[in-house]
């Protein structure tokens, strides 16, 4: 069902994931409390230098995995690859709320000396990548649950979850890790089996727990700004491969094309997430009667998406570089209109969270992207690549018009059976 919404002149960066909130139907379920004030007595908690550090370790694992889904041989590498993404998203966005809730102790000495030490432990994660289903598996397997007990441990003296005994670090330390584990002292497919286990466990952990975990507050400020550093991280994955391939081989005009048409993407993307998507993630977690519900499911598993989906674009951009005429490359190097897709897709699910309901124009874009994608192994990379940075581009010109203009913005409704906890904001 679709509806539509007229927004303000000039808003050029309304609250929304997509181009402002729609307004709600009158039988839609409103929200039975109003949003918390946030922690901190109306302070701003601003992102920390140490945590910028921690970043950097961060940004090297982004670098392991995408080189890990490049060269993985098939669907099956591939998705061994999003296994070892799984513990590595989960360690960061773990830390980042261990930090929102530490408020302003995390740049105390003993707040700076936590970041360094699960720095250290989620390098030790990065660096076994490669060989993770090889000679590194007990690395990364133990590096992980110590960085789970880390954070267990901390959280716990915070009492941040209250007297929930079973919540989402003590799930991970005690049910998840003991499967990495295993799978690390096993060889071949079970370890591949048990580590899919686990990461599927850390993916539903949240979900599983529901309302017990409706009762927590978070500061609305730190929160946003973090998860769009990881994005900003992802996109720098991106940048760093465009230059480095092009860097490596003699530069003619076709690879100056490729390259600027590639850079052109990358503009895109960000501009999709940051000018309107960023004041809108806050503007749902300020305003959001359970601010649990926007951490799982747009700080969570929508930031994951837009991960994922990063991570594909920047693997099929070395291809792009390295052989912008030729087709019929492999399939990872195939991945820049499924990940345009999933990043888009990642917008919808997470406005539909945040305001029930999704806008048309982004769900199109995704659509549009999945229709290339049959066609990535039959077109030269710079052609594929080509299009989907037209889409991303038209897109952003189409919504900033529309706002621009004050024209009427039009989002699809999902069936009332679907709503249930999405939309409820004050």
């Not at 024209?407 to 709503?419: D, E, G, L, S, Y």
Request: hydrophobic share 50%.
């Amino acid at each position: 069902m679709a509806d539509d919404t007229r927004a303000p002149r000039g808003a050029a960066t309304v609250p929304d994931e997509d181009l402002g909130p729609d307004i709600p139907d009158e039988e839609e379920e409103q929200p039975e409390q109003a949003a918390p004030d946030p922690p901190g007595g109306g302070r701003e908690q601003r992102v920390t230098w140490a945590e910028l550090f921690f970043d950097l370790v961060w940004v090297f694992a982004i670098t392991a995995l995408a080189h890990a889904l490049a060269t993985s041989s098939g669907p099956t590498g591939m998705l061994r690859t999003v296994v070892l993404t799984i513990p590595l998203w989960w360690g960061w966005n773990s830390v980042t709320l261990l930090g929102n809730a530490s408020g302003e102790r995390l740049d105390g000495p003993r707040g700076r000396l936590l970041l360094f030490l699960t720095g250290a432990v989620g390098l030790g994660m990065a660096v076994a990548v490669p060989h993770a289903y090889g000679s590194s598996g007990l690395l990364f397997a133990g590096c992980f649950i110590l960085l789970r007990l880390l954070l267990w441990t901390e959280m716990h003296r915070l009492h941040f979850y209250g007297e929930l005994r079973m919540e989402p670090f003590a799930l991970g330390l005690v049910i998840a890790g003991p499967l990495f584990l295993a799978g690390a002292l096993l060889p071949g497919d079970w370890r591949s089996v048990l580590w899919a286990a686990g990461a599927l466990l850390e993916v539903a952990g949240p979900a599983l727990l529901g309302h017990r975990l409706d009762h927590i507050r978070l500061e609305p400020a730190h929160l946003p700004e973090r998860f769009g550093l990881i994005v900003i991280m992802a996109l720098g994955e991106t940048v760093v491969t465009l230059g480095t391939q092009a860097a490596a081989v003699p530069l003619n005009w076709i690879r100056l094309a490729a390259l600027a048409i590639g850079f052109v993407l990358v503009i895109g993307l960000w501009w999709t997430y940051f000018h309107f998507g960023a004041p809108a993630v806050r503007h749902g977690l300020e305003t959001s009667a359970v601010q649990a519900r926007i951490l799982r499911d747009v700080f969570h598993y929508a930031h994951f998406c837009y991960l994922l989906a990063v991570i594909c674009i920047a693997v099929s951009l070395r291809a792009l570089i390295q052989s912008p005429l030729e087709s019929g490359h492999e399939l990872s190097a195939c991945l820049v209109a499924p990940g345009a897709g999933l990043y888009f897709l990642g917008f919808c699910y997470s406005r539909w969270r945040m305001y029930g309901s999704a806008a048309l124009s982004r769900f199109t874009a995704a659509l549009a992207c999945l229709a290339v994608m049959p066609l990535s192994p039959l077109l030269p990379a710079i052609a594929v690549t080509a299009l989907v940075a037209a889409l991303v581009i038209a897109l952003n010109v189409f919504e900033y018009w529309v706002i621009s203009t004050g024209r009427q913005v039009i989002f699809m409704h999902v069936p009332k059976a679907w709503r249930r906890g999405a939309g409820r904001t004050t």
